[in-house]
């Protein structure tokens, strides 16, 4: 099981120790470095940062929204860092939310999630592949435009820029039992939300048979304390936060999954905490359980007995979120 360093996306300005932490971390030999987003700061400008202050570490996407950005920005996105790092690119998306589609990228959300992003990878991979012009007659991506307000004057096009990879990664982030199926179908690999070791059929029987060389890359808080309970507040603000208000109470996928995982009355409990202005009552909600079973917290002994779980299950990369050196040395230390 390798390593990854999980730097999430800003808050109210940028991090200075996003830099240091992911030289640090390819110093202690982590294969790779995640950036996100979410409507703040883009995933992509911060990752092109940190690849000119690094040299080996792979640089990864967990992940880029797909509403964000046409297939086709997306795929310019990626192809260019991954000339300008040296063909370190792993290009991870995800599809979010009605709240974020809607709310902040003002366009509909997908009637059909699934075919939209069979469409939007099936773009992608054309323009990576770059073998002749893109051409998709989609029902959500069309390439070139063919909507009733089209002109009629769009011609397909090949990217003038050859990619340096034609089989660049991309990982999907899924969630329901369907996605994580056509995940593995269409994707080189999977960004696992609350990866529990001990409970992988909660996303259904696809993850029972994998294809050789599918990645299965979960992101996981880890801290390295004496105290177990304060080491989940961060984790328990997490989940308050998305299970809470990542998502209408009507809809919201992290509720939902945290459900499938055997805690349905607590999601709901955290739903109507969120969203009524009770939100460190929600934090507070979260049961200590849950937060601890998608987690690696607590001192250095306690850590080393339940990394064992996570290696013997089908998890290929762990993108720890960890703040601070001597977490991301001791887990290094820990996964020799």
């Known amino acids: 099981m390798r390593l990854g360093l999980a730097l999430g996306y800003w808050g109210r300005g940028p991090s200075s120790d996003h830099v240091p932490l992911a030289r640090e971390a390819e110093r202690l030999g982590y294969h790779s470095v ?46 260019t860092l991954d000339h300008l790092s040296g063909g370190r690119v792993m290009l991870g998306l995800g599809l979010s939310g009605p709240q974020v589609v809607e709310g902040w990228y003002g366009r509909p959300f997908p009637t059909s999630p699934l075919t939209a992003t069979r469409e939007y990878v099936d773009v992608v991979r054309q323009v990576l592949r770059r073998e002749g012009p893109v051409e998709s007659a989609g029902r959500f991506h069309s390439h070139p435009y ?38 593995v179908r269409i ?87 969120f969203l009524s202005g009770r939100r460190e009552e929600a934090v507070l909600a979260v049961p200590d359980a849950f937060a601890d079973e998608i987690s690696l917290v607590g001192p250095r002994e306690r850590i080393a007995e339940r990394l064992e779980s996570w290696r013997k299950g089908p998890v290929t990369d762990l993108l720890a979120l960890a703040p601070d050196p001597h977490t991301l040395r001791v887990l290094a230390e820990l996964n020799s």
Request: charged fraction near 15%.
């Open 34 to 79: 995640w950036t996100a987003e979410s409507w703040g700061s883009d995933a992509f400008t911060p990752l092109t940062w940190i690849a000119a202050q690094t040299t080996t570490i792979r640089l990864g996407t967990a992940v880029a929204q797909m509403a964000a950005r046409s297939p086709t920005t997306t795929a310019m996105h990626a192809l």
């Open 146 to 183: 063919r909507g009733p307000d089209a002109t009629g004057l769009g011609k397909p096009l090949k990217p003038i820029t050859h990619p340096l990879r034609a089989g660049l990664p991309i990982l999907l982030g899924a969630e329901g039992p369907k996605n994580v199926a056509q995940t």
């Open 187 to 273: 994707a080189d690999g999977w960004l696992p939300l609350y990866w529990a070791p001990s409970r992988p059929e909660v996303y259904g029987p696809a993850v029972a048979d994998l294809p050789e060389g599918f990645l299965v890359a979960p992101m996981a808080q880890v801290k390295v304390c004496d105290d177990v309970a304060a080491g989940l507040l961060p984790v328990k603000a997490m989940l308050g936060f998305y299970i809470g208000g990542m998502g209408h109470a009507a809809r919201n996928f992290h509720a939902d999954l945290m459900a499938r995982m055997g805690y349905e009355e607590e999601a709901r409990r955290i739903q109507e905490l």
